[in-house]
């Protein structure tokens, strides 16, 4: 269950208007521009009904949660009797997180960095959500404000929704869902020991992990987000869950929701829960595909159209967009030392810049869906991503790109069919097809180039991140890939 500051009804998937379509009334809602008091006592007054019904809900602790440059989920709690009071002032927290490394190590940067300054984490009181798995306590994901009431520059929620909004603005609206994979297991010995030992995708690990996987897609839906479906992964003890597609910021909180269950829903059972890009060194790892579909009207610009497989103009335009950055935004979609361990040819990590329909070796993938419901389904699929990043600025990076191939008017090259490292350089040549970047050093320097997502991010903010990046590089200089694994096996 989810307590939302208004009721409002389920969430689908389809066309806007149609049985399953998108619910645009159900877009993330966020906090005003400014902070003034009219804003402070209306916030303050709409949290007086959220708090009911999460003492209703016997949840006596809520959990202010927002995502670092580091990819990892920082919080802050208040015990219910002080929310009202968060949901106007918000809670105090130093502007330092941004320049937090992976293991908690501190940089600096241009504009942020060092302990002077303070912030206000402010919940986002429709998406206040008890937790099933973690009994007395809700979550509820932040905007940043800085201590005059304006929205902080390095808030990446407000980046996701300024893109959003710049999407809304030029007549398009966006759909996204990130995939989660996980290998549950413990560690023995600093190795992986996976918690089953059924073959990748098969009904013995399921039968294995038969209450495990119940409880974890239960856990979700009671919270208000719709599982599409769960399966057992490739790697050892390597779980798979999609959800329904959501707004982008939507989208990047529902994803934050679903590991912190996962999580959580593992941990009861005794077991840890991994969402590194690489758990074993050499094997395959954990992916955090994303996927995006782009209305006009009602209608979605992957199909019905006159292009390739159905596309229109625009709908191809913001693909090429995508493609065109994908070296760039490798750093902020792959952006640890680790994801360079997992997003190698040939382990379905979508290696190579290229697209193809519903090739799982292009690092963008046009899902047509079927014939009869393409209309609903068409998406883009971007493989190449994991889940040490940040969803808040995946979600807002890859909007920027997008939205700079449509104004560009940009078109996409030859498709790759088949897997990249199977043809030839000249047939890779034709379609512009390229290996992705294989090292963070390489993406981040493509990424410091990149005056579109420099725009879109804003300085400080785009500052903050290369920082973060650049000290992980140096984090884990010279080390081995069985070292670079087990330091960061548990930490996303
Ligand atoms: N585990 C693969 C990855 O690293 C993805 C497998 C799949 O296509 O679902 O992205
Ligand atoms: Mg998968």
Redesign the pocket.
Known sequence: MTVRAAEEPGRAGGAPGEPGGPDWGREAAYGPALLGPAERAELTRRAGPVARRLAEAGAAMVALCWVDNAGLTRVKAVPLGRFEHAAGWGIGMSPVFDVFVVDDSITTSAHIGGPGGDLRLVPDLDRVTPLAAQPGWAFAPVDRYTQDGRRYAGCQRAFARRMTDRAREAGLRVQAAF?V?WAVGTEEDGQFAPACVGPAYGMTRVIEMSDYAREVCEAIERQGVVVEQFHP???AG?M?LSVAPNDPVGAADDSVLVRQTIRAVTQRHGLLASFA?AVVAGG????G?VHLSLWRDGENLLAGGPGRYGMTADGEAFAGGVLDALPALTAIGSPSVASYL?LVPS????AYQCWGREN?EAALRLVTGSAGERGQRANLEV?CF?LAANPYLVAGSLLAAGLAGIEAGARLPGEIVGDPVALAPEDLAACGARRLPESLAESVSLLSGSETLREAMGEPMFEAFLAVRRAEIELFAGASAEEIVARTRWRW
Do not use: F, S
């Open positions: 995939e994979e992964e490739y790697a390597q798979e890009p395959v790892g954990n992916g595909h997992r382990h379905w990590a979508g799982r493989k994991d």
